[in-house]
């Protein structure tokens, strides 16, 4: 009612309806007055009245009610002001609770960061610490491997080698007795001699040069059945003392796609493996044929004593896992290894099948193209 009586009265001055915007202002007043919550409007009623009394000619009245006008608009004015403190006082508040939050914020990211960092730097210190682990480990298997090659090439060369030993005495007394039989069958033996520490030097090349990863692989398209001849005629030459037959099955225009070198040392090695495997007698059977896959398929079987399943299980695990096979371990020597690793690396595979007392056969298989 207050601020209707107000709003009355300021049309009544626009309409300059003086009296009637008079009383309005009275009514107004005292309403207002009665209520301290209200206390801080009322310095547009008062101002109002003064202006009426002043259009209406009363101006000692009008001067009686300046101090009110002034007391009130000053009550309004700090209110105003306390208002506006109270809002610049909050966004303070909030611009602070604002900052604050970010500073947390920038402290927990740096605390995750941190955590991450710690995290990854345990991680990173924990695969050095297997790497190292298992670098150490083999180290110690090369160790192990290293002394049972020195092994291995000891024994290995020390019967060739023996062949040489007093050669020239023993020619001087088969001369003086006139014993060329003797000499002769001396010969065949140094031959044989000469044989074994060739393919050992072969073998010994091929073997540093898989420690380096360098497996030679230049694949040409050749044909198997030189190589297999002149292997099997180096063989046929020493074989005084043995008497191995071999017979050799292989059309003359059999291929594979193959590195010329790995296929001899691959052939050579299968041979002299069957070789050495056989008695006094024995017979050596080498087949090429083409599967139907269009692949090159080379057979050498022995009628020797063949090997026993334990054995035959770890040389077929050294060909299927060329890669894990080390000279010395489990008794597996280097020739068959590097046949394992160069048909690996020809992309052929290679199978072997034995039954004692019946012979063994190596199948191996090598691409055509």
């Known amino acids: 009612m207050g601020t209707i009586n107000y709003n009355l009265a300021v049309d009544c001055y626009i309409l300059k309806r ?5 009383a ?14 209200f206390v801080y409007v009322l310095a547009g009623p008062y101002t109002k009245y003064r202006e009426l009394l002043t259009v209406q000619g009363k101006f000692e009245k009008a001067n009686q009610i300046a101090d009110s006008v002034m007391k009130f608009n000053s009550l309004n004015f700090v209110r105003e002001n306390d208002k506006k403190m109270l809002e610049l006082e909050g966004q303070y508040e909030f611009e602070r609770k604002q900052t604050q939050i970010a500073d947390l914020n920038q402290q927990n990211q740096r605390k995750q960061a941190l955590l991450a960092a710690a995290a990854l730097m345990f991680c990173l210190l924990g695969v050095l610490g297997y790497q190292l682990y298992q670098a150490n480990q083999r180290l110690k298997a090369f160790a192990k491997v290293r002394e049972h090659f020195f092994g291995i090439i000891a024994h290995d060369m020390r ?20 014993n060329y039989q003797a000499i002769h069958e001396l010969s065949y033996a140094i031959d044989e001699s000469s044989i074994k520490i060739q ?3 072969d073998n010994l090349l ?9 497996l030679p692989y230049n694949p040409v398209t050749t044909l198997v059945e030189p190589p297999i001849r002149s292997v099997v005629e180096l063989y046929e030459k020493v074989n005084l003392l ?24 691959i052939i050579r090695n299968l041979i002299d493996n069957s070789y050495k495997a056989l008695e006094v007698k024995g017979h050596v059977t080498i087949t090429v044929s083409v599967l139907s896959t269009g692949q090159t398929h ?3 079987q022995d009628n020797g004593q063949g090997i026993p399943p334990e054995k035959q299980q770890i040389i077929q695990d050294t060909f299927n896992h060329p890669d894990k096979a080390q000279i010395g371990q489990k008794g597996m020597g280097m020739g068959l290894i590097m046949v394992a690793r160069f048909t690996q690396r020809n992309r052929g595979k290679i199978t072997v099948e034995s039954t ?11 691409p055509q193209k």
């Open 242 to 265: 043995k008497e191995v037959t071999f017979e050799v099955n292989c059309p003359a225009n059999s291929a594979a796609f193959v590195d010329p070198n790995a296929l001899e040392l």
């Open 199 to 201: 393919k050992m030097l």
């Open 206 to 214: 091929s073997w540093a040069l898989s420690q380096r990863d360098g």
């Open 298 to 300: 080379i057979t050498l």
């Open 24 to 37: 309005y202002c009275e009514k107004s007043i005292p309403i207002l007055s009665g209520n301290p919550a």
């Open 159 to 178: 019967r060739p080698m023996h062949a040489f030993h007093g050669m020239s005495q023993l020619v001087n007394f088969y001369l003086k007795r006139g």
């Open 356 to 366: 004692q007392g019946a012979g063994t056969t190596f199948s191996l298989i090598l």
């Open 18 to 22: 003086i009296e009637e915007g008079i």
